[in-house]
T-cell receptor, first 118, second 114 residues
Framework: GAVVSQHPSWVICKSGTSVKIECRSL??????MFWYRQFPKQSLMLMAT?????????EQGVEKDKFLINHASLTLSTLTVTSAHPEDSSFYIC??????????????FGPGTRLTVT | AQTVTQSQPEMSVQEAETVTLSCTYD???????LFWYKQPPSRQMILVIR??????QNATENRFSVNFQKAAKSFSLKISDSQLGDTAMYFC???????????FGAGTRLTVKP
């Protein structure tokens, strides 16, 4: 089946620094990837849609200058949290869209990245 | 905008019994997909079952089946012969047919008791 990886799985950074999270589709090409944020004991909230070769589309309330998304190739999307603050501490999950059958799509999820800002 | 509602924050079931998790959604779209995902403590999202809205037949995957009522906008998950490994958070999700962004419900924490 389709596999999506994320790196790193866990990162601790100091307040004010930036951190980059990578999302890769390992055995398929993904023109569209999605970034979600999940706070403890809460659901996944869509942050942005990442399209290969074009600008990301951000959900309302998500700061595009703080959460930089780059989808440079058909297998890689990156999320950079700039000038991180403790309130950015969360679990970040990416997913990649794949065409499965009869023109329908499915999303495959990465294992997530735990970000802790101290 | 689409919304997904899971009204049961927590549920428990005895091993080998059957449990049903509820989900309702709101949309003006006619073509869409519905999913149930399982999130164990590892937090990896695992697809349990999917349903395409144009299909009237309820999806089934081994011990997991859904009751899809399109007119009522209801999409419940039935787990038969519950196993200890079924203990997890379960999220109901809606995916738009056109742009494919996915919206999740708040989740139901299921505990299977031995």
């Amino acid at each position: 089946g389709a596999v999506v990886s994320q790196h790193p799985s866990w990162v601790i950074c100091k307040s004010g620094t930036s951190v980059k999270i990578e999302c890769r589709s390992l055995d398929f090409q993904a023109t569209t990837m999605f970034w979600y944020r999940q706070f403890p004991k809460q659901s996944l909230m869509l942050m942005a849609t990442s399209n290969e070769g074009s600008k990301a589309t951000y959900e309302q309330g998500v700061e595009k200058d703080k959460f930089l998304i780059n989808h440079a190739s058909l297998t890689l999307s990156t999320l950079t949290v700039t000038s991180a603050h403790p309130e950015d501490s969360s679990f970040y999950i990416c997913s990649a869209r794949a065409l499965v059958r009869h023109g329908s799509y499915e999303q495959y999820f990465g294992p997530g990245t735990r970000l802790t800002v101290t | 905008a689409q919304t997904v509602t899971q009204s049961q924050p927590e549920m428990s079931v005895q091993e080998a019994e059957t449990v049903t998790l509820s989900c309702t959604y709101d949309t003006s779209e006619n073509n869409y997909y519905l999913f149930w995902y399982k999130q164990p403590p590892s937090r990896q999202m695992i697809l349990v079952i999917r349903q395409e809205a144009y299909k009237q037949q309820n999806a089934t995957e081994n011990r997991f089946s859904v009751n899809f009522q399109k007119a009522a906008k209801s999409f419940s998950l039935k787990i038969s012969d519950s196993q200890l490994g079924d203990t997890a958070m379960y999220f109901c999700a809606f995916m738009n047919y056109n742009n494919n962004d996915m919206r999740f419900g708040a989740g139901t924490r299921l505990t299977v008791k031995p």
